[in-house]
């Protein structure tokens, strides 16, 4: 596992606990994690990659611009979690 997909203040913090923070805001980021958080299917857990979660919105028939905001949050979620 990288440091991209682990590691905040010495503990792991998954991309989906980190997005969870986002479910009240009135953006696309928010609206992924509202999204996500009502998902069943939802991939959850350090162990899974950037795929995994394109492959659940592919699957659940999301817009070219839902994903483009995942691969987005990803981005983000991995420079934080290099800090």
Partial sequence: MTSHER???GRDEDF???LRQF???DTPV???A???AVD???PS???HRLQAYIERLEGSGASAAMIATLLDAW???AAHEDE
Wanted: hydrophobic share 40%.
């Fill in 23 to 25: 479910e009240d805001l």
């Fill in 40 to 42: 069943p299917l939802w």
């Fill in 34 to 36: 509202r999204l996500a």
């Fill in 45 to 47: 857990g350090p162990q």
């Fill in 16 to 18: 989906g606990a980190w």
């Fill in 7 to 9: 590691r905040r203040s």
């Fill in 30 to 32: 928010g609206e992924l």
């Fill in 75 to 77: 981005v983000r979620w």
